[in-house]
């Protein structure tokens, strides 16, 4: 069932689930068009909602025509957070994915978002100039995601990878 927004139902992630989230994190996000394949890309922002209840991530839409494309026809989207210096990683997956033009508020993320980003990188030994290279997009190729989560999964390297997190 579809929200007024257009976005279907999704149980949300809790409080903290989105503290997690709310981070300059390494994100990836992954779909697969209708024959199954699977694509991936690099976000280059994210945010979740202050309830949780929605979560936007912002990529390069010309660099991942293909994904955005296949997240447009199909509405699936997985969202990897990976917090570098641990390892601590949460997939979050939802179905009824949009595809947008950013807003003026979420294209702002980008500036804060990747100055977070260098901050976690650099002090694990990643030069400035390497990761503003690795994380370069043209802000008009920004593209929005919107999901509800429907899912979150333990992603971290051990025993517990895989597993569901409880929102």
């Known amino acids: 069932m579809a929200e007024p927004d257009g976005l279907q139902l999704g149980a949300g992630v809790g409080a903290a689930v989105s ?22 890309a690099r976000a280059v922002a994210a945010q979740a909602s202050s309830g949780g209840e929605r979560l936007t991530v912002l990529l390069d839409g010309r660099a991942n025509a293909e994904l955005v494309a296949a997240v447009a026809d199909t509405g699936r ?3 990897v957070f990976s917090e570098p210096s641990t390892h601590r990683s949460l997939q ?6 949009l595809v947008a033009a950013p807003t003026a508020e979420e294209a702002a993320l980008t500036g804060p978002y990747l100055d977070g980003f260098i901050a ?34 333990d992603q971290t390297p051990g025993p517990k990878a895989g597993e569901p997190v409880q929102a």
């Open 19 to 40: 503290r997690f989230l709310d981070r300059s994190l390494s994100v990836n996000v992954a779909s697969s068009d209708r024959s199954n394949r699977p694509l991936v």
């Open 77 to 79: 989207l997985a969202v």
């Open 92 to 97: 979050v997956k939802g179905d009824g994915a």
């Open 120 to 153: 976690e990188l650099t002090g694990i030994g990643f030069t400035e100039p390497f990761i503003r290279a690795v994380m370069s997009c043209d802000p008009a190729d920004l593209v929005a995601l919107h999901v509800r989560p429907a899912t979150v999964f």
